[in-house]
T-cell receptor, first 113, second 114 residues
Framework: QKEVEQDPGPLSVPEGAIVSLNCTYS??????FMWYRQYSRKGPELLMY????GNKEDGRFTAQVDKSSKYISLFIRDSQPSDSATYLC?????????????FGTGTRLLVSP | EPEVTQTPSHQVTQMGQEVILRCVPI?????FYWYRQILGQKVEFLVS????????KSEIFDDQFSVERPDGSNFTLKIRSTKLEDSAMYFC????????????FGPGTRLTVT
């Protein structure tokens, strides 16, 4: 079983749609969760980070964590063509240490005008 | 807004040659990382660096790889004798401190080994 699983997509939606992106993980020691956006041949751009179960909102983005189910989600409201990118979930441990990130494979999102 | 920078953006080298990839992390950050992403695959951890020494490395980070922080601003990844399979995007990342887990990534260096 992979440590972090993410549907690679592509996920195609019309402009204005609500997008739901998801990851599951197997290691219950993961406590800190991040979502990155990556445009083609560019570096990952941090969108959201959270370390507790529940929801965290930032503008059009909401990150949701369910540690009991080992499931995290990113919701994008009012999606725009400029949101077309690959979305990477990443997670790490919150204990002492140097906290390497473990990434999912990424979901490619296409928002059509 | 401070950001991580990397040079060069693209490096082409011949198999067996040495390459040095350079990064300037965000200035008040204390933890530094290298990751790589082979085309079409996921981002993979290579090495973390703190207090002027390697704190963790992956299986990928073998004796051909080394990292250095030669001064107060630069952070480098050296590949001593490149192989075809080293062709990938290499990302540098930095993190502020133990209380904040989020890592900020640079734009990457695309390494092509021919």
């Amino acid at each position: 079983q992979k440590e972090v699983e993410q549907d690679p997509g592509p996920l195609s939606v019309p402009e204005g749609a609500i997008v739901s992106l998801n990851c599951t993980y197997s290691n219950s020691a993961f406590q800190y969760f991040m979502w990155y956006r990556q445009y083609s041949r560019k570096g990952p751009e941090l969108l959201m980070y959270t370390y507790s179960s529940g929801n965290k909102e930032d503008g059009r983005f909401t990150a949701q964590v369910d540690k009991s189910s080992k499931y995290i989600s990113l919701f994008i409201r009012d999606s725009q063509p400029s949101d077309s990118a690959t979305y990477l979930c990443a997670m790490t441990f919150m204990n002492t240490g140097f906290q390497k990130l473990v990434f999912g494979t990424g979901t490619r999102l296409l928002v059509s005008p | 807004e401070p950001e991580v920078t990397q040079t060069p953006s693209h490096q082409v080298t011949q198999m067996g040659q040495e390459v040095i990839l350079r990064c300037v992390p965000i200035s008040n950050h204390l933890y530094f990382y290298w990751y790589r992403q082979i085309l079409g695959q996921k981002v993979e951890f290579l090495v973390s660096f703190y207090n002027n020494e390697i704190s963790e490395k992956s299986e990928i980070f073998d004796d051909q790889f080394s990292v250095e922080r030669p001064d107060g601003s630069n952070f480098t990844l050296k590949i001593r004798s490149t192989k075809l399979e080293d062709s990938a995007m290499y990302f540098c990342a930095s993190r502020r401190g133990t209380a904040r887990g989020e890592q900020y990534f640079g734009p990457g260096t695309r390494l092509t080994v021919t």
